[in-house]
């Protein structure tokens, strides 16, 4: 069973970039797609990239699409999102998941790591 600690949230302005990174850790990297959710408070839960388990595709909600990238180094453990040109919508707790190739869902979350961009 694979344990997901997440990494990089802070706070910045408007316009910075942030990378976040989550650990992962107890079971084969390589079994698990991995992606990135958000939460910004009082609002659902909503995805925001994922990549294959090698990491030869990914795919981002299209609100996203050119201002973050997910990536994953296997070499690692670790899978990492790169957000740039931060809005202050942008603000949320973002969490790392897992999923397991032969699975349809999600079913390994981190903690999760907060930013909040400032306008």
């Known amino acids: 069973q694979v344990q997901l600690v997440e990494s990089g949230g802070g706070l910045v302005q408007a316009g910075d970039s942030l990378r976040l990174s989550c650990a992962a850790s107890?079971?084969?990297?390589?079994?698990?797609?991995m992606a990135w959710f958000r939460q910004a408070p009082g609002r659902e839960r909503e995805f925001v990239a994922a990549?294959?388990?090698?990491?030869?595709?990914?795919n981002y909600a299209d609100s996203l699409k050119g201002r973050f990238t997910i990536s994953r180094d296997n070499a690692k453990n670790t899978v990492y999102l790169q957000m740039n040109s931060l809005k202050p919508e942008d603000t949320a707790v973002y969490y790392c998941?897992?999923?397991?190739?032969?699975?349809?869902?999600?079913?390994?979350w981190g903690q999760g790591t907060q930013v909040t961009v400032s306008s």
């Open positions: 990549i294959h388990w090698s990491g030869s595709s990914s």
């Open positions: 998941a897992a999923r397991l190739r032969s699975r349809n869902n999600y079913g390994y």
């Open positions: 107890g079971g084969t990297f390589t079994n698990y797609a």
